[in-house]
């Protein structure tokens, strides 16, 4: 593992590839070279184009050139960083900075690829190889490159929680334009947040997320802090490759039915069923069970809690006694509103203390 720091200061940790995996991935490219070389050369030579001695010279010493400095150059360059040899075994030249190879940088490699392979069989190479802490040969000393290798593990460090005032918003979030190497910028400085001085802490944040924006829709809410929005859009991202990749192993577990929801062909409770009496409905003549008889109505007789007549009633009127309750001036009334003491001050709360909540409630990364 080498680091390696990114155009934004951000240090990245990439896997070197090694010797050997280089030099099968040389065997590749100089055999498919060789095999070119000579299939051009039989097809020039079975035309019979060329009849002057020094023409044919000028004609197979251009196809060399063409062959041995063109061939890693032109695949180098559009592949960014991979020839055929190193697409079969998973390696790719990259710049110091993790950027990808340029032309430029390309062309200094290929140049040199003769003077190391082809001319001096690749003793120098191997020499500055061995030597070198990232196992760069000359071209790649010349070029400011080296080979990292791409199949090797990914490490993403702590996992990311999602910040709870961003999960409803984090939740319709279109993340399918979302370039690996833009996440991968982000997971780091949250890995280093900690490490940053504070104003580098901003000034890094909000570029990253101004980038990682013009990616990922619908913005995010007014007032977000750039570590929130980065840590929202990282953990949603991860939720949903977890839940893809559950469903496609047949790992999710199949959705329960809530208790009391319908389901086909099992009767729910309290169902009605034809031939039996609702609850609650009872047959004419019979008396309700728990029916209340006591205080039946029965012609003649005098009800339960009935006034006999000419009896006053308790809490009637009568002209000149005074009401219960009734107003009296200068009385105090029952229940009026009387003025209470007041309320003890609010403290304010005291300011947030570094390294804590922010006013809108986001916790910085761990």
């Known amino acids: 593992m080498s680091d390696v720091v990114t155009g934004e200061a951000v240090v990245v940790e990439v896997r070197v590839a090694q010797l050997p995996s280089r030099a099968a991935a040389l065997l590749i490219d100089m055999a498919v070279q060789a095999a070119t070389l000579l299939g051009v050369s039989l097809l020039v030579g079975s035309l019979g184009l060329l009849n002057d001695a020094a023409l044919t010279t000028m004609v197979y010493l251009a196809l060399s050139v063409l062959v041995l400095v063109g061939y890693p150059v032109i695949f180098e360059t559009l592949s960014r960083g991979r020839s055929l040899g190193k697409l079969a075994l998973g390696l790719r030249v990259v710049s110091d900075d993790g950027g990808p190879e340029r032309f430029r940088q390309a062309l200094f490699r290929g140049l040199a690829g003769v003077l190391e392979f082809w001319i001096l069989s690749g003793a120098p190479a191997l020499i500055s190889s061995l030597i070198s802490e990232r196992g760069k040969r000359l071209g790649d000393v010349f070029s400011g490159t ?3 290798s791409e199949r090797a593990p990914r490490q993403y460090g702590p996992v990311l929680d999602m910040p709870p005032p961003l999960a409803a918003w984090a939740a319709t979030l279109e993340l399918s334009r979302l370039p690996e190497q833009v996440a991968a910028t982000a997971r780091q400085y949250l890995m280093r947040w900690h490490d940053l001085s504070p104003a580098v802490r901003h000034e890094m944040g909000v570029r990253i997320a101004t980038e990682m924006s013009a990616f990922v829709s619908p913005p995010a809410p007014p007032g977000v802090p750039p570590f ?29 039915p809530a208790p009391g929801a319908y389901q086909p062909g099992v009767p729910s409770p309290g169902a009605y069923r034809p031939g039996a009496p609702a609850p609650g409905v009872y047959p004419p003549g019979v008396p309700s069970s728990g029916a209340y008889q006591t205080d039946a109505y029965h012609p003649g007789a005098p009800q339960t809690g009935s006034y006999p007549t000419g009896a006053p009633q308790v809490g009637a009127y009568h002209p000149g006694a005074p009401q219960t309750g009734a107003y009296h001036p200068g009385a105090p009334q029952p229940d009026a509103y009387r003025p209470g003491p007041a309320p003890p001050p609010v403290a304010p709360e005291p300011a947030d203390r570094a390294g804590g909540p922010t006013p809108g409630g986001f916790v910085p990364p761990a």
């Open 228 to 256: 929130a929005y980065l840590t929202a859009v990282l953990a949603e991202r991860r939720r949903r490759e977890q839940f893809r990749l559950a469903r496609s192993t047949g790992a999710y577990p199949p959705a329960v």
């Open 146 to 148: 080296m080979v990292i």
